[in-house]
């Protein structure tokens, strides 16, 4: 075991994330235009719920399930502050 290959490996694939997050992001983006023009509300629960629902069952290591599900929580905590800034709250 080298750690020095297990970090290039990370870092690889947290270069990856980094470019999916900010897809996401400018989808987020989209996502508080739209909720501007109709006047939603940023935060739906139900939504929340079931995204979280959706990802701890795409997750196949039972071990990994909680950790990767706090990991969307704070994805979705930092989507609503994101969007309450471009709403300008």
Same mark, same amino acid.
């Given at each position: 075991?080298?750690?020095?290959?297990?970090?290039?490996?990370?870092?690889?694939?947290?270069?990856?994330? %980094?470019?999916?997050?900010?897809?996401?992001?400018?989808?987020? &983006?989209?996502?508080?235009?739209?909720?501007?023009? &109709?006047?939603?509300?940023?935060?739906?629960?139900?939504?929340?719920?079931?995204?979280?629902?959706? %990802?701890?069952?795409?997750?196949?290591?039972?071990?990994?399930? +909680?950790?990767?599900?706090?990991?969307?929580?704070?994805?979705?905590? +930092?989507?609503?502050?994101?969007?309450?800034?471009?709403?300008?709250?």
């Amino acid at each position: 075991m080298d750690l020095n290959l297990i970090r290039n490996d990370i870092d690889t694939i947290d270069q990856e994330l %980094v470019t999916l997050l900010e897809k996401r992001m400018d989808l987020v &983006t989209q996502v508080a235009e739209f909720k501007r023009q &109709t006047g939603k509300p940023i935060f739906d629960a139900e939504r929340e719920q079931d995204l979280l629902q959706k %990802v701890t069952d795409l997750v196949v290591d039972d071990e990994f399930k +909680q950790p990767i599900r706090a990991t969307y929580e704070d994805i979705l905590k +930092q989507s609503r502050a994101f969007q309450k800034i471009k709403l300008g709250l």
